[in-house]
């Protein structure tokens, strides 16, 4: 799903928890983002667009437009897939044991809708020692100057923002 769908479900600041069916989730997504969000599949190594990226600005679920992680607490991890620190809330995202694959791994799934985003691990850097490895094809991403942009023509400002 893209930002510009007319979509009910994308929202970059709607926090309403989503439960859609997995066929509902298949005719809204691509086939590559419903692979790894709705299968828990994971995307290839160094394929993201993100992976090296240092743009400023907020990392979004690319599922249903939650915010997920600002670009200040990303890092350069070097397994092959964008790595942050910290989500941008305690609630933006959740947490579920994996044992899959023979490996014993926290998975990281979105706080909103519950899609697949990746796992964490206690190897990163300071402050929190976490490594958030997460698949590059569910994250959209707006920058900083643009989201500036928006809300100074009026965009995602509240229905009762007075000047």
Not at 65 to 77: C, I, M, R, V
């Amino acid at each position: 799903m893209d930002k510009e769908s007319k979509d009910s479900v994308y929202s970059n600041t709607d926090t309403t928890k989503i439960a859609l069916s997995n066929e509902d989730w298949k005719k809204r997504l691509s086939p590559e983002v419903y692979h790894i969000a709705r299968e828990k599949g994971t995307e290839a190594p160094w394929s993201s667009k993100y992976e090296y990226s240092k743009d400023i600005g907020t990392y979004y679920c690319a599922v249903c437009g939650n915010a997920l992680f600002e670009s200040d607490t990303k890092f350069e991890s070097g397994c092959g897939w964008p790595s942050f620190y910290k989500p941008i809330s305690k609630s933006s995202v959740i947490y579920a044991n994996d044992t899959s694959h023979g490996m014993k791994r926290t998975e990281v799934m979105c706080g909103r809708c519950g899609s697949h985003l990746g796992h964490v691990f206690n190897d990163g850097p300071a402050p929190t020692g976490l490594r958030y490895c997460i698949n590059g094809v569910v994250l959209d991403f707006e920058k900083a100057k643009e989201a500036e942009e928006k809300y100074n023509k009026g965009e995602n400002k509240p229905a009762d923002f007075d000047n």
